[in-house]
């Protein structure tokens, strides 16, 4: 069974950086897709980012392209390295895991706990 730990979220201040990792425990992480989505306070969860299991087939949300940058830097392990933070990025970050090569958080069947970003102005 794979699980999914989310690890580098904190405060920053606008234009500020942070870089996510999403470590992966389990044998078979390297041959699924992962997903970044996030959910602020009294929003639904969104998209963000999502490598496929090779490194490739990135896709990024409009609202975050060319500020955020997914990669796989190893078999478990996946970044987000966010640039130029606004305020309205600040939410939950989830890393997800899917064996299909999607954008719906519905196609993703293993999940991480979380992880918070604020983004003061």
């Known amino acids: 069974q794979e699980q999914l730990v989310e690890s580098g979220g904190g405060l920053v201040q606008a234009g500020g950086s942070l870089r996510l990792s999403c470590a992966a425990s389990g044998r078979t992480f390297s041959t699924y897709n992962t997903g970044w989505f996030r959910q602020a306070p009294g929003k639904e969860r969104e998209f963000v980012a999502r490598i496929n299991w090779g490194g490739g087939g990135i896709v990024y949300a409009d609202s975050v392209k060319g500020r955020f940058t997914i990669s796989r830097i190893s078999a478990t392990t996946v970044y987000l390295q966010m640039n130029s933070l606004k305020p309205e990025d600040t939410a939950v970050y989830y890393c997800?895991?899917?064996?299909?090569?999607?954008?719906?958080?519905?196609?993703?069947?293993?999940w991480g706990q979380g992880t918070q970003v604020t983004v003061s102005p």
């Open positions: 997800a895991a899917s064996r299909r090569y999607s954008q719906n958080s519905d196609d993703f069947n293993v």
